[in-house]
Antibody
């Protein structure tokens, strides 16, 4: 069955770079899109960006300068790197799947909590 | 960016009741709206997409309506498992944006 699982450090220092991994199973990265979405504690959801089935990327312009999404299809992994972290980046980070031609998310990972410490 | 305004912020209802949650877009998004349910410890669940299309496996007591800027999620005959947080999301243009959420609680 379709599964997505986020992993990464729970605590990161301000000004450093966050690296998260989304490991997927049950579907191919070359036939689906994967997005990253985050949710600060007690707040709403924010779309960060995605990597399309063909490997190209789209980013939220508000974060584009700090964000890079890539993938390793041999490992069925999507990688997120975000630099210059601030305490406002403290959030649960989710990876999600979208099938081709649509931009809603039919599967979500459980999320990984990331705390940025000053 | 398309701003999504969701209401009410909180909603309390009893089992068996029907409730509605509203979502308003800052500009027309045609029919391209999705609804999600969020519960602690579980992956977010897609309920509705394209405004009114029920995702596979979602009970028919959930329904969506609307187009343009105004949308509604209706849940008929509330069951215990329906309580939680609900979010709308426009999937019309990038960046994809979400509503601020509605917390549905048991009265």
């Amino acid at each position: 069955q379709v599964q997505l699982k986020e992993s990464g450090p729970g605590l990161v220092q301000a000004s450093e770079t966050l690296s998260l991994t989304c490991t997927v199973s049950g579907f191919s990265l070359t036939s689906n899109h994967v997005s990253w979405v985050r949710q600060p504690p007690g707040k709403g959801l924010e779309w960060l960006g995605r990597i399309r089935s063909g490997g190209t990327t789209d980013y939220n312009s508000a974060l584009k300068s700090r964000l890079r999404i890539s993938r390793d299809t041999s490992k069925s992994q999507v990688l997120l790197k975000m630099n210059s972290l601030q305490t406002e980046d403290t959030a649960i980070y989710y990876c999600t799947r979208s099938v081709l031609w649509v931009s809603y998310f039919d599967y979500w990972g459980q999320g990984v909590m990331v705390t940025v410490s000053s | 960016d398309v701003q999504m305004t969701q209401s009410p912020y909180n909603l309390a209802a009893s089992l068996g009741e029907s409730v509605s949650i509203n979502c308003k877009a800052s500009e027309s998004i045609s029919r391209y709206l999705a609804w999600y349910q969020q519960k602690p410890g579980k992956p977010n669940k897609l309920l509705i997409y394209d405004g009114s299309t029920l995702q596979s496996g979602i009970p028919s007591r959930f329904s969506g309506s609307g187009s343009g800027t105004d949308f509604t999620l209706t849940i008929r005959s509330l069951e215990p498992e329906d309580f939680g947080l609900y979010y709308c999301q426009q999937h019309y243009e990038y960046p994809l944006t979400f509503g601020s959420g509605t917390k549905l609680e048991i009265k």
